[in-house]
């Protein structure tokens, strides 16, 4: 069975910094495409960033360019998201989600989110 | 970025009514374009992949279609479940994107 469990959400202040972590399991984790999709409160679903299986290609929306990095340790079994120079507008849930296949970027699998609140 | 464009925002049926759902992509994304149900407070949920084809467990009630700029969502009979808000996205081209989302409400 396949599950996301991601970590690491809470409470900061506008300019502060914070790391989301995906631990995934039930499946071979390097082979598959990992992407990290946000949720504002009581909107629709923006896709935010994807790495692919190796770690090498990575591709993010223009609102978080330059601001989030996206990485993944297949040692760890591990998907992260280093957020930077946090907005008010960050602010939602996070979710983790299996990419299906490279090059047909659609998410099969999908954690339970982790809320990022970015209030003073 | 191509846009997606999701009518109506709100259907209104009943239990045991078809519902369609429409997704109208700014420009061309192929087949590659996906379906997702997101009930409250729970993570959305893969329903159709590659326009038309059905994610594992899902039922056969569900069905999608179209290519290009065009697609539809069919729920051929509502049940009480079903009731949720539906959501597309296309992963032909980058920046991935999602519509707007129609929600599928209890007339």
């Known amino acids: 069975e396949v599950q996301l469990l991601e970590s690491g959400g809470g409470l900061v202040q506008p300019g502060e910094s914070l790391r989301l972590s995906c631990a995934p399991s039930g499946f071979t984790f390097r082979n598959y495409a990992m992407a990290w999709v946000r949720q504002a409160p009581g909107k629709g679903l923006e896709w935010v960033s994807t790495?692919?299986?190796?770690?090498?290609?990575?591709h993010y929306a223009d609102s978080v360019k330059g601001r989030f990095t996206i990485a993944r340790d297949n040692s760890k079994n591990t998907l992260y998201l280093q957020m930077n120079s946090l907005r008010a507008e960050d602010t939602a849930v996070y979710y983790c989600?299996?990419?299906?296949?490279?090059?047909?970027?659609?998410?099969?699998?999908w954690g339970q989110g982790t809320l990022v609140i970015v209030s003073s | 970025e191509i846009v997606l464009t999701q009518s109506p925002v709100i259907l209104s049926l009943s239990p045991g009514e078809r519902a369609t759902l429409s997704c109208r992509a700014s420009q061309s994304v192929g087949s590659n374009l996906a379906w997702y149900e997101q009930k409250p407070g729970q993570t959305p949920r893969l329903l159709i992949y590659d326009a038309s084809n059905r994610a594992t467990g899902i039922p056969a009630r569900f069905s999608g279609s179209g290519s290009g700029t065009d697609f539809t969502l069919t729920i051929s009979s509502l049940e009480p479940e079903d009731f949720a808000v539906y959501y597309c996205?296309?992963?032909?081209?980058?920046?991935?994107?999602f519509g707007g989302g129609t929600k599928v409400e209890i007339k």
């Open positions: 996205q296309q992963g032909s081209t980058w920046p991935l994107t």
């Open positions: 989600a299996k990419v299906r296949a490279w090059g047909s970027d659609q998410f099969d699998y």
């Open positions: 790495i692919g299986g190796d770690g090498v290609a990575t």
